[in-house]
């Protein structure tokens, strides 16, 4: 590609943020619970790092007593070596099998903490990113963090250890040569510092690409047959080959500045190790030291420049999950304007449903210049079915988000049964409410737990009886297992009206003292949409029940009628009341039915 697409916003906004490795530190409230896995991993992994340092002794013995007399001596070092290549084996898979559990049971932890955040973000949250990029980071990023506590950091300890452990016995073995041997590190440490950076940068980018990739691809797969329906394939597999690519490049650029360092690196390291085993072979020929202590040191020297090379490696790991982290962190962090109160008031028992809006404002977040509600004072009372009225973007679906406190006004108040919803748990007033979406959402399990959904606890025949008062029994029977049968991702397997059904035994078998129920019907045929009605009705008697519709035979029996237009409330009433002061609700209604009006 000529020219390198911009990286998504996120990486842009916070590259500055991409310099250290101390974002890993954030990992550390998840690892605290585990200190004993961890102590056992840490005295693990030190007894096989010492014990790898003492192999090099034994084999200098060995090399030392090949031109002894005393083969009984020879067969002891022998045997010593063996011995100490089986403690190693013993501890290393010890120091795996604990270091490996610490880091499935931590990432295992952050997914879930992860999880139980996003899924209680208010929509606000999911107006500024994408479900599929949420999803990316649970999984993409996790994993990249299971890596590195589950091998990186272990190994990164081990080959620190075999380091300093191996440059003090080079010291000790031959100072002359462990001195040549120091000149080399800072040659080592520079490119690894300088370059490092740079990593971290990349390994950032790459990640939110595949982030932003994850998104499109999810988005267009959850509206697979709108894509098809408007031949928009080639479109989208631009797009997300677009994407790809880009993710592609960026990945490039982090292996080839790693393969670089690398290089770099190794190419030091096994030099100074090459002049240095040159010095000391005529140290051997002069008789300054011994052909096994030469040896011992060449491994020592050999362990330690694999340290400092596997050092560098996972320098580069440490750097992509220092990246995963970070975005990890970003969920964990975000402040969520809607939240629950610090000291919660409590609803009175029982609960009444009188919900009251007081001069309430309210813009949405991605929509700022536009007012959804403007100045909306209205009581609903205890057990009064009202309908919203009015075009599209009034601000009826509104009402019902901001009842369900999606959203917080930006002025005035909602209350209910008297208690501003602020200062109440946002589950304990919703647990009191049912509702039909305007979009029902049918989850991938069978019809049978699809209804439950409104309430766990419901028995077989409670599910049944909801599904009948729905008029969904009839083809749910009809399906091929029954209520048992699976109806498919979004319940694909299901026509539209089929899935309202679902959705309205859901809310009725919730039995909750406050029903809101949006454009419920309006998937509907006129004889399904006849019994739902009367289920409607019955179910609507002693609660609170709001409708929001645009048919408006579907409110033509509310107790009260209102009017919304542009955000504000124009008129209230009933239908007849409404049809003769003539206005919108009137013109509304010319358009929907002019023959039963002409006829009332």
Same mark, same amino acid.
């Given at each position: 590609?000529?020219?390198?697409?911009?990286?998504?916003?996120?990486?842009?906004?916070?590259?500055?943020?991409?310099?250290?490795?101390?974002?890993?530190?954030?990992?550390?409230?998840?690892?605290?619970?585990?200190? #004993? +896995?961890?102590? &056992?991993? @840490?005295?693990? /992994? $030190?007894?096989?790092?010492?014990?790898?340092?003492? !192999? %090099?002794?034994?084999?200098?013995?060995?090399?030392?007593?090949?031109?002894?007399?005393?083969?009984?001596?020879?067969?002891?070092?022998?045997?010593?070596?063996?011995?100490?290549?089986?403690?190693?084996?013993?501890?290393?898979?010890?120091?795996?099998?604990?270091?490996?559990?610490?880091?499935?049971?931590?990432?295992?932890?952050?997914?879930?903490?992860?999880?139980?955040?996003?899924?209680?973000?208010?929509?606000?949250?999911?107006?500024?990113?994408?479900?599929?990029?949420?999803?990316?980071?649970?999984?993409?990023?996790?994993?990249?963090?299971?890596?590195?506590?589950?091998?990186?950091?272990?190994?990164?300890?081990?080959?620190?250890?075999?380091?300093?452990?191996?440059?003090?016995?080079? #010291? +000790?073995?031959? &100072?002359? @040569?462990?001195? /040549? $041997?120091?000149?080399?590190?800072?040659?080592?440490? !520079? %490119?690894?510092?300088?370059?490092?950076?740079?990593?971290?940068?990349?390994?950032?980018?790459?990640?939110?690409?595949?982030?932003?990739?994850?998104?499109?691809?999810?988005?267009?797969?959850?509206?697979?047959?709108?894509?098809?329906?408007?031949?928009?394939?080639?479109?989208?597999?631009?797009?997300?080959?677009?994407?790809?690519?880009?993710?592609?490049?960026?990945?490039?650029?982090?292996?080839?500045?790693?393969?670089?360092?690398?290089?770099?690196?190794?190419?030091?390291?096994?030099?100074?190790?090459?002049?240095?085993?040159?010095?000391?072979?005529?140290?051997?020929?002069?008789?300054?030291?011994?052909?096994?202590?030469?040896?011992?040191?060449?491994?020592?020297?050999?362990?330690?420049?694999?340290?400092?090379? &596997?050092?560098?490696?996972?320098?580069?790991?440490?750097?992509?999950?220092?990246?995963?982290?970070?975005?990890?962190?970003?969920?964990?962090?975000?402040?969520?304007?809607?939240?629950?109160?610090?000291?919660?008031?409590?609803?009175?028992?029982?609960?009444?449903?009188h919900i009251c809006f007081e001069d309430v404002n309210f813009r949405y977040p991605a929509r700022p210049d536009v007012s959804a509600l403007d100045g909306v004072s209205l009581e609903i009372k205890p057990g009064e079915?009202?309908?919203?009225?009015?075009?599209?973007?009034?601000?009826?679906?509104?009402?019902?988000?901001?009842?369900?406190?999606?959203?917080?006004?930006?002025?005035?108040?909602?209350?209910?049964?008297?208690?501003?919803?602020?200062?109440?748990?946002?589950?304990?007033?919703?647990?009191?409410?049912?509702?039909?979406?305007?979009?029902?959402?049918?989850?991938? &399990?069978?019809?049978?737990?699809?209804?439950?959904?409104?309430?766990?606890?419901?028995?077989?025949?409670?599910?049944?009886?909801?599904?009948?008062?729905?008029?969904?029994?009839?083809?749910?029977?009809?399906?091929?297992?029954?209520?048992?049968?699976?109806?498919?991702?979004?319940?694909?397997?299901?026509?539209?009206?089929?899935?309202?059904?679902?959705?309205?035994?859901?809310?009725?078998?919730?039995?909750?003292?406050?029903?809101?129920?949006?454009?419920?019907?309006?998937?509907?045929?006129?004889?399904?949409?006849?019994?739902?009605?009367?289920?409607?009705?019955?179910?609507?008697?002693?609660?609170?029940?709001?409708?929001?519709?645009?048919?408006?035979?579907?409110?033509?029996?509310?107790?009260?009628?209102?009017?919304?237009?542009?955000?504000?409330?124009?008129?209230?009433?009933?239908?007849?009341?409404?049809?003769?002061?003539?206005?919108?609700?009137?013109?509304?209604?010319?358009?929907?039915?002019?023959?039963?009006?002409?006829?009332?």
């Open positions: 590609m000529a020219d390198t697409p911009t990286p998504p916003h996120s990486a842009t906004e916070e590259r500055e943020r991409s310099r250290r490795i101390g974002a890993l530190g954030a990992l550390v409230p998840f690892l605290r619970p585990y200190r #004993l +896995l961890m102590f &056992a991993a @840490l005295v693990a /992994l $030190v007894a096989t790092a010492m014990i790898s340092l003492a !192999l %090099p002794l034994a084999v200098r013995r060995v090399v030392d007593t090949f031109n002894s007399e005393e083969a009984a001596l020879l067969d002891q070092y022998f045997m010593a070596a063996l011995a100490i290549a089986g403690l190693l084996a013993v501890g290393s898979a010890l120091r795996y099998a604990l270091v490996t559990r610490l880091g499935e049971r931590v990432v295992a932890d952050i997914r879930k903490a992860t999880f139980d955040r996003v899924i209680s973000m208010s929509p606000v949250f999911y107006e500024r990113i994408m479900t599929g990029e949420v999803l990316s980071r649970i999984t993409t990023d996790t994993t990249l963090i299971l890596s590195v506590i589950g091998s990186s950091i272990s190994i990164a300890l081990r080959h620190f250890l075999t380091f300093v452990g191996g440059l003090a016995l080079m #010291l +000790l073995t031959s &100072a002359k @040569l462990a001195g /040549l $041997v120091l000149l080399i590190v800072p040659a080592v440490v !520079l %490119p690894i510092l300088f370059l490092g950076r740079r990593l971290r940068v990349l390994s950032r980018e790459n990640q939110d690409w595949i982030a932003a990739s994850s998104g499109n691809a999810s988005e267009s797969l959850s509206a697979v047959q709108t894509v098809q329906a408007f031949t928009h394939e080639a479109a989208s597999r631009a797009q997300f080959a677009q994407m790809t690519e880009s993710s592609f490049y960026a990945a490039r650029r982090r292996i080839r500045t790693r393969a670089f360092l690398t290089t770099i690196v190794i190419f030091l390291v096994f030099s100074g190790v090459v002049g240095v085993l040159w010095i000391g072979a005529h140290d051997v020929r002069n008789g300054a030291m011994t052909v096994g202590a030469l040896v011992q040191f060449l491994i020592y020297a050999v362990m330690v420049a694999g340290a400092v090379a &596997a050092l560098s490696e996972i320098w580069s790991e440490l750097q992509r999950a220092a990246g995963a982290t970070e975005r990890l962190v970003d969920l964990l962090e975000t402040v969520d304007p809607v939240n629950d109160p610090e000291a919660a008031q409590t609803l009175p028992e029982p609960v009444q449903g079915t009202v309908a919203f009225v009015g075009p599209s973007g009034a601000g009826k679906t509104t009402i019902i988000q901001m009842i369900l406190r999606f959203y917080d006004p930006q002025s005035g108040r909602i209350t209910f049964d008297g208690i501003d919803l602020r200062d109440l748990k946002r589950d304990a007033f919703r647990r009191q409410i049912a509702i039909v979406p305007q979009d029902p959402v049918i989850f991938a &399990a069978s019809a049978r737990e699809n209804i439950r959904f409104g309430r766990p606890d419901a028995t077989d025949a409670e599910i049944e009886s909801a599904a009948r008062a729905a008029a969904a029994h009839d083809f749910i029977a009809a399906l091929p297992e029954g209520y048992d049968s699976y109806l498919g991702e979004r319940g694909v397997m299901l026509s539209g009206g089929q899935k309202q059904r679902i959705a309205i035994a859901r809310a009725i078998l919730r039995a909750a003292p406050v029903l809101l129920l949006d454009e419920a019907t309006s998937a509907l045929d006129a004889e399904s949409e006849r019994a739902v009605q009367a289920a409607v009705e019955d179910l609507s008697a002693g609660r609170t029940t709001l409708i929001v519709a645009h048919r408006l035979a579907t409110v033509k029996k509310a107790d009260r009628i209102v009017v919304l237009e542009a955000g504000r409330i124009v008129d209230t009433g009933t239908h007849d009341d409404l049809v003769a002061k003539g206005g919108l609700y009137a013109r509304l209604a010319r358009l929907q039915f002019t023959d039963g009006i002409a006829a009332e």
